[in-house]
């Protein structure tokens, strides 16, 4: 009697293949879960802290400095130390760094009117939907332009730094302008990185850790080519 399935060695293989992709688009799915579910917090609490007077009332303490400075130190407890946290400490930290961040971010509402900050926060999430959708289609290496990125990044910090003296608008429109390049490549780059260190059948809770990390990037990536594009498109109030 004839075999009915002519294949028959291909097939484990093939499951395998299958399974390691649907294992893919789970990890990835999480990913931009916890991505947007930050950006919900930090919007939220960005919000909050306009609208109830609390940020205004933090500026000129020295509390003022503490929530400015606070999310850097949940953010290299999250880069340097995420393999030695537990799943929950982890996640736990990625929350708080969210509130943080939208508290510190509070004085926007203050500075520009609602309407162009939503404005502004759909013109970012299109771009930043394309340039992942490319970032994860593309054939191209996106790794060759990480230094020229890095560089870039580099190039923005030291500008602002020095705008703080300066009080340049030409500056600062120039900075807006090369934060709109770098970190619409580092989105791409990002998401190409982190489908790239994705393995199939690793523990779950390393897993989740990576997720973690992986929407940390490219929260940062959305929150700064937000905040670049405010500066060119935003609308101060009067």
């Not at 919007?43 to 929530?67: K, R």
């Not at 490319?134 to 996106?142: H, K, M, N, P, V």
């Not at 020095?162 to 390049?181: P, R």
């Amino acid at each position: 009697m004839p075999n009915p399935d002519p294949y028959p060695y291909f097939r484990p293989r093939a499951a395998t293949a299958a399974a390691a992709d649907a294992g893919l688009r789970r990890y990835l799915i999480q990913v931009y879960n916890y991505m947007a579910g930050g950006l919900v917090v930090t919007g939220a609490t960005a919000y909050a802290g306009a609208a109830s007077g609390f940020y205004a009332s933090l500026i000129g303490t020295p509390w003022y400095w503490v929530v400015l400075f606070a999310p850097l130190a949940l953010v290299f407890l999250l880069g340097f130390r995420v393999d030695r946290l537990s799943l929950p400490a982890a996640q736990l930290a990625f929350w708080g760094y969210a509130a943080l961040v939208g508290l510190s971010l509070s004085g926007i509402f203050l500075v520009y009117t609602g309407e162009s900050i939503a404005r502004v926060f759909f013109v970012t999430g299109a771009t930043f939907a394309a340039t992942s959708v490319y970032a994860y289609t593309t054939q191209t290496d996106l790794s060759r332009f990480s230094s020229f990125l890095f560089m870039g990044l580099i190039g923005i910090i030291i500008a602002a730094v020095v705008n703080i003296f300066l009080h340049s608008t030409a500056l600062q429109m120039t900075i807006s302008v090369m934060g709109v390049i770098v970190f619409v490549g580092l989105a791409a780059y990002d998401t190409q990185r982190i489908r790239a260190i994705y393995v199939y059948g690793e523990d779950g809770a390393i897993a989740a850790k990576k997720s973690i990390l992986g929407a940390l990037a490219l929260y940062l990536d959305f929150l700064n080519l937000f905040l670049s594009l405010l500066q060119l498109l935003g609308d101060r109030r009067r």
